[in-house]
């Protein structure tokens, strides 16, 4: 017995793989910035879902996603990751507010300082929790060039979203 199937039935099977290899959230690459994880191709932590971009001068732009499991909430993590930033790798924290996904999901936002070879960084991370991920969304470099490239990291941010 010859079994057949309707192409159709073939190419719903295929986009059904194809959605559930992809990242757990929504990102838009902004104009001057290129992005460095196009296609999985190059990957800064195995364990995170991750999105990298740079522009030409070296402001770089990331998301990283893991599985929320054990689960936490959006407090935890977000005092969790300021006393990382902080206590664990010498930022100072220069602003922390609440802030809101495109999607609605809110998040916590710290803009921190630190100096490295004499020269001024800038670094912006958000924390967004949800049922099933938890996400950083991060933007940084040299103070002078991420103060430039604001307009195009507010963009950025405001255009997120994760699932």
């Given at each position: 017995m010859k079994i057949q199937c309707a192409p159709w039935l073939l190419l719903s099977l295929s986009i059904t793989a194809l959605v559930g290899c992809g990242r757990p959230y929504d990102v838009a690459t902004p104009a001057?910035?290129?992005?460095?994880?196009?296609?999985?191709?190059?990957?800064?932590d195995g364990n995170a879902d991750e999105y990298r971009a740079s522009t030409a001068d070296g402001v770089v732009l990331g998301v990283r996603a893991w599985d929320n499991e054990p689960k936490v909430d959006l407090g935890l993590a977000a005092r969790a990751l300021e006393n990382r930033t902080r206590l664990g790798q010498g930022y100072a924290l220069l602003e922390k507010k609440e802030v809101v996904a495109a999607n609605g999901t809110k998040g916590t936002e710290l803009r921190?300082?630190?100096?490295?070879?004499g020269q001024a960084h800038l670094y912006t991370v958000i924390i967004f929790v949800t049922e099933d991920h938890v996400y950083l969304v991060e933007a940084g470099g040299k103070k002078e060039l991420v103060e430039k490239a604001a307009s195009s990291i507010d963009w950025f941010v405001k255009n997120f979203q994760p699932e």
């Amino acid at each position: 017995m010859k079994i057949q199937c309707a192409p159709w039935l073939l190419l719903s099977l295929s986009i059904t793989a194809l959605v559930g290899c992809g990242r757990p959230y929504d990102v838009a690459t902004p104009a001057g910035f290129v992005e460095l994880t196009e296609g999985g191709q190059r990957s800064y932590d195995g364990n995170a879902d991750e999105y990298r971009a740079s522009t030409a001068d070296g402001v770089v732009l990331g998301v990283r996603a893991w599985d929320n499991e054990p689960k936490v909430d959006l407090g935890l993590a977000a005092r969790a990751l300021e006393n990382r930033t902080r206590l664990g790798q010498g930022y100072a924290l220069l602003e922390k507010k609440e802030v809101v996904a495109a999607n609605g999901t809110k998040g916590t936002e710290l803009r921190l300082g630190h100096d490295q070879d004499g020269q001024a960084h800038l670094y912006t991370v958000i924390i967004f929790v949800t049922e099933d991920h938890v996400y950083l969304v991060e933007a940084g470099g040299k103070k002078e060039l991420v103060e430039k490239a604001a307009s195009s990291i507010d963009w950025f941010v405001k255009n997120f979203q994760p699932e």
